[in-house]
């Protein structure tokens, strides 16, 4: 097996085919073996299941993944790697690889279609600058037990964060209603090469099987935790008067108590059941 991460193995396999890591697509090059290893064994691979792998690059976590899995399923975008990853993972007979943009996939179709009787997990080392839209996407398909990451570490601390604490904010409500964050471990930024500005972390989210919170109307949920995030140095009341301006001031106040809160509480100290309440009572108020 190719040591994808030897720098001194690689870069004449990438000179060869005039590879070059591109800022602009977020690409690093990892040069600490132990970092994907820990990433695949860590997120529970095993024989019983079935990855999809978002952006396999030159093919670390890939590999570490195919040694452990049933199936892999990699989607990449950059048809430069082709040629690389023929030899980096050629070898293995376990694994798919899709020339395509993840965003563009119908991921509950190709989880049913690529792995049929195992479990469905997601694993990737995520671009900075993309990794928003790719979490809600892996989350939003709801069909893996689990979604396992490398981020950048402040983006791990907030998926994971506290009501009430800084980091925490709408993004965190939306990880933890699908999912129970484990932050597993960091990654420094000498493991990679151009290094990094910032420190990377691996975090696990386990999917929810189901949600114990009563929500009557999921879009106005998320509507409410938006809006209460908006202002977050203000009063609650006033983040729900500018969301729902159907309400107005004395709305919002009526919304708020009626949950059974306090009149000046805000909106960055409440947790999701505290949202739920709060979007069930603006519901319940379009209904009468």
Partial sequence: ???????????????????????????????????????????????????????????????????????VCAVELDERLRPILDVTVGEFDNLE?????????????LVVEKFAGLRPMACANLPYYITSPILTALLEAECFDSVTVMVQKEVAQRMAAQPGTADYGAFTVFCQYYAQPELLFDVPAHCFLPQPKVTSAVICLRVRKERPWDILDEK??????????????????NGLASGFPELG????????????????????TLGIPEFAKLANEIVKRREM
């Fill in 1 to 71: 097996m190719v040591n994808v991460c030897d720098i001194q193995v690689m870069k004449p396999l990438l000179a060869r085919h005039g590879f070059h890591f591109s800022k602009a697509k977020g690409q690093n090059f990892l040069i600490a073996p132990w970092v994907p290893q820990s990433i695949a064994e860590e997120a529970g691979v095993d024989e019983t299941a079935g990855v999809l792998e978002i952006g396999p690059g030159v093919g670390p976590l890939t590999q570490q993944l195919c040694l452990r899995a049933k199936k």
């Fill in 220 to 237: 106005t949920f998320f509507r409410v935790v938006r809006a209460s995030f908006a202002m977050r140095r203000k009063k609650l009341s």
């Fill in 249 to 268: 001031k004395a709305g919002a106040a009526e919304v708020i108590a009626a949950a059974g809160l306090a009149e000046n509480v805000r909106g960055e």
């Fill in 97 to 109: 690889i899709l020339w395509n943009d993840v965003l563009k996939l119908d991921i509950p179709a």
